[in-house]
Nanobody
Framework: QVQLVESGGGSVQAGDSLKLSCVAS????????MGWFRQSPGKDREFVAV???????YYADSVKGRFTISRDNAKNTLYLEMNSLKADDTAVYYC????????????????????WGQGTQVTVSS
């Protein structure tokens, strides 16, 4: 089992940048596929960026070229660097972990993930 704690959210202006962090408990962080998701009021939770155990990445079209997902297995930490933020990026951002993941696979469906953080709010004003 793993516990996830996100941080780094905040209120910014359009065009600004933020970097989210997600620290995982336990000693098996490298064995999890990881992902960032977001949810706005009245909308379903959607994937933003995901990463396989091997480091392969995949991005939602809406963030491609602006967001970068990375992980530091030595620090048990997942990151999401967000640049050129837009008002449409406003949401609660969650990190998620999937156990028993195939090494090179990434997973984009929220239902694939058993472990979730509490979320961090990102608000972008235009």
């Amino acid at each position: 089992q793993v516990q996830l704690v996100e941080s780094g959210g905040g209120s910014v202006q359009a065009g600004d940048s933020l970097k989210l962090s997600c620290v995982a408990s336990g000693r098996t962080f490298s064995s999890y596929a990881m992902g960032w998701f977001r949810q706005s009021p009245g909308k379903d939770r959607e994937f933003v960026a995901v990463m396989s155990r091997s480091g392969r990445t995949y991005y939602a079209d809406s963030v491609k070229g602006r967001f970068t997902i990375s992980r530091d297995n030595a620090k048990n930490t997942l990151y999401l660097e967000m640049n050129s933020l837009k008002a449409d990026d406003t949401a609660v951002y969650y990190c998620a972990a999937k156990a028993s993941a195939i090494t090179v696979f990434y997973y984009t469906a929220p239902a694939d993930y058993a472990y979730w953080g509490q979320g961090t709010q990102v608000t972008v004003s235009s």
